[in-house]
């Protein structure tokens, strides 16, 4: 089947001479869990940002659904893709239902009216986020965690083909979290592919189906496979510049990554 998203040969820079990634190429496609990790500031956001069409490569090409996304319109991009960034800072008071139905967007005719199906489509991503006892409280009167998934709920609400995630776990608990990677891995499907940016090695080790490795220092992807190929010492070690051990998850079998401290390593 076809990529949701196809990016090949893509450079691109903030500022010029000062390279963040180059010549990379990567996909996203239907009915995978797609889990993009590396140490900070080696370009995931980037990455995501460039898949999403919201950044444009320098070089290369970005193919959104098998079009060239610089020729998409933001709408036209939001009926396929759906994009959460890493931070989401609103400036003003919004209940929480409203900031999940605001997701319908890209569907909505020009007057902006919700039809029943816009609220159930609401309704079950409040829901499938556990956050439906939250529907009438204050967005800006949440915790972190709360928000994270409010705000997952609203993409949610986009009905996407591709959903592309930075970091949407950060500020979770441990359970939530799982619970998270748990329900992404539930929402990928023949039609759907889901792109999540983590600096969680070991849950994307659990529940990515094929993970891409940027690394420090190498303005692009080390290793790009399953988990069990692309989480291995060396290649981890490579990208992340430190010494990396992998054992197996004793509940899952998965990998499972520690770093050494720096005395550790001199042992
Ligand atoms: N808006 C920006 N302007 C200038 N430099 C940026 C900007 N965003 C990110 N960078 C730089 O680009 C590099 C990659 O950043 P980013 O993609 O955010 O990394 P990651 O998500 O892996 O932490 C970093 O060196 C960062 O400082
Ligand atoms: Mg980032």
Do not use: W
Request: glycine residues 8%; hydrophobic residues 40%; charged residues 20%.
């Amino acid at each position: 089947m076809n990529p949701l998203i196809e990016m090949s040969g893509c450079s691109f820079a903030y500022e010029p001479g000062k390279t963040v990634l180059e010549r990379v190429s990567a996909r996203l496609a239907p009915g995978e869990l797609l889990g993009i990790v590396g140490p900070n500031g080696c370009g995931k956001s980037t990455l995501l940002r460039l898949l999403a069409g919201v950044l444009r490569p320098i070089s290369g090409h970005v193919r959104i659904a098998d079009k060239e996304a610089a020729s998409l319109s933001q709408l036209q991009r939001a009926r396929t893709v759906g994009f959460l960034p890493q931070t989401v800072n609103p400036i003003f008071a919004m209940r929480v239902l409203d900031a999940v139905c605001l997701g319908r967007f890209p569907h909505v005719g020009a007057f902006g009216t919700l039809s029943p199906h816009d609220r159930a489509v609401a309704d079950r991503c409040l829901t499938e986020t556990e956050t439906e006892s939250l529907r009438d409280r204050d967005f800006l009167s949440l915790s972190g965690g709360e928000r994270q998934r409010v705000l997952l709920a609203s993409v949610l609400a986009q009905e996407p083909r591709a959903l592309l995630l930075d970091e949407p776990t950060s500020s979770l608990d441990v359970h939530h979290q799982i619970e998270i990677f748990a329900l992404l891995r539930d929402l990928r499907s023949a039609e759907r592919g889901i792109a999540v940016v983590t600096h969680d090695i070991n849950l994307a080790g659990r529940f990515c189906d094929r993970i891409v490795l940027l690394g420090q220092s190498a303005r692009g992807v080390v290793a790009e496979g399953s988990p069990v190929d692309v989480l291995t010492e060396p290649l981890l070690s490579k990208a992340y510049g430190a010494q990396i051990r992998v054992c197996q998850h004793p509940l899952t079998g998965t990998p499972l990554i520690t770093v050494d401290a720096p005395a550790e390593s001199k042992r």
